[in-house]
Structures are given as structure tokens and as C-alpha cells.
């Protein structure tokens, strides 16, 4: 299947399912998000002044968990419907907007974002390593980059090895048995 062709039958896939994402999701994306503010440095090098782009930000679940500590925070995702979503919860907030785009090309200038997330869609990509190269691109010298990976797709050392060849250097990373991800938060 051709890369586009791929892309549009996932994004129909969760416009399908948006209206029961959070119900089935929540729980288990919020269980990743705690991990990752416990490695994360908030008052430091993540700290307040940063933007933050969410890749894949589904639904916006992620949305309360920075809002509130960084400059700003876009959220971008390929699914209309779960966008939508993301929109009505951007506005509980001054400092989140949303953008309807694909990961593999983002609508940003380079080196734009201090820190970029994107909890749960690697497994959605063609070539995740090509992913990662286009988050990179739009990360500040010094930036990080948390991304996860779902066990049951990608394989440790697969998942290791997406960071070494785009030299990305590790600095912290989570395998917790209760998790169905692996995280990693990288240097770029
Ligand atoms: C498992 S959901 C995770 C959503 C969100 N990160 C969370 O924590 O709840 C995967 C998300 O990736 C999005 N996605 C899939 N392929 C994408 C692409 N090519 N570009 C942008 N977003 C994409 C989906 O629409 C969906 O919202």
C-alpha cells in the first residue's frame, strides 16, 4: 500500500472510533503521561518559556498535563474527528491550539519547538524512522523529544535503534511492566 493510502485509512480508522477513544484510551495514555512527568525536569530544561508540539495529540488528553507549565503547546493529529475533540479541550486553555496535519510533515518552521511528544503513534507511521527525522528537524538546538513505542510493535532493540540512527541521544528511558509502551526521552 502506498504511504498516503496508509495514512488515510488510519486516520478513518480513529475519525471511526473518536467517539469512544477516550472511554477505551484515557486510562491507559494517562498512565504513560505520569510516568513521563516523573523523568521530566519541568523547572529546568522543560521548563516554563518552552514550546511544545504534541504530535498526535488524538483527543488532547495530554493537554492539562503542560498547559499550565510551558509558553505554549500545539497539538497536532491527522483524525478530524479526534481533533475536533482536541479543540474543545484546547479552549479550556489560552496557550493550546490545534493543527490537522500528518507527522511526516509538519506545517512548522524548523527548530521551532523546545519540546515535542507524541505518545502512541509511531506504530501508525510507515517509516517511523523517517518520523523521527521530522521531529528533529523541528526541535531547538538542546531540545528533547519523549516518544513512545507499543511493545507489541516494535521490538527493544528496533525501538533503540530508531534513536542511534538519527543520532538522537538517550537520556532517559521507561520499560514498566505496567505499561504497554516503552518511552524515551531523547536529547537532540
Ligand atoms: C493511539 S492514538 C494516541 C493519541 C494521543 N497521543 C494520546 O495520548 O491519547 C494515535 C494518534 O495518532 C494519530 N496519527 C496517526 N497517524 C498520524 C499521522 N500520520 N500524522 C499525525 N497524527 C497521526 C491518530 O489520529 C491518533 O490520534
Redesign the pocket.
Known amino acids: 500500500m502506498n504511504s498516503w493510502r496508509e ?1 488515510r485509512s ?2 478513518n480508522r ?1 475519525n471511526i472510533t473518536s467517539g469512544s ?1 477516550d472511554e477505551q ?1 484515557a486510562q491507559e ?1 494517562e498512565a ?1 503521561y505520569c510516568a513521563v512527568q516523573k523523568v521530566l525536569n519541568w523547572s529546568g530544561d522543560c521548563g516554563c518559556g518552552g514550546v511544545v508540539l ?6 488532547g ?2 493537554f492539562s498535563c503542560v498547559a499550565d507549565k510551558v509558553q505554549s503547546v500545539v497539538g ?4 478530524r474527528n ?1 481533533l475536533l475533540k482536541a479543540k474543545v479541550r484546547a479552549k479550556f486553555f489560552c496557550n493550546v491550539h490545534v493543527v490537522q ?4 510533515f509538519l506545517p512548522f518552521k524548523d527548530s521551532l519547538f523546545d519540546v515535542i511528544f ?4 509511531l506504530q ?2 510507515p517509516i517511523p524512522k523517517k518520523t523521527l527525522c521530522e521531529f528533529k528537524r523541528h526541535i531547538t538546538t538542546g531540545g528533547k523529544l519523549v516518544v513512545t513505542g507499543l511493545k507489541k510493535v516494535f521490538g527493544l532493540t528496533v525501538f533503540l535503534d530508531l534513536f542511534e540512527t538519527n543520532e538522537l541521544r538517550l537520556l532517559e528511558f521507561i520499560d514498566d511492566s505496567d505499561l504497554k509502551c516503552y518511552i524515551a526521552l531523547v536529547a537532540c
Open positions: 495514512k488510519v486516520a480513529y477513544y484510551y495514555q504513560k504534541d504530535v498526535g495529540c488524538g483527543s488528553l495530554f497536532v493529529d491527522i483524525s479526534l496535519a500528518d507527522a511526516d507524541s505518545f502512541t503513534v501508525n507511521m
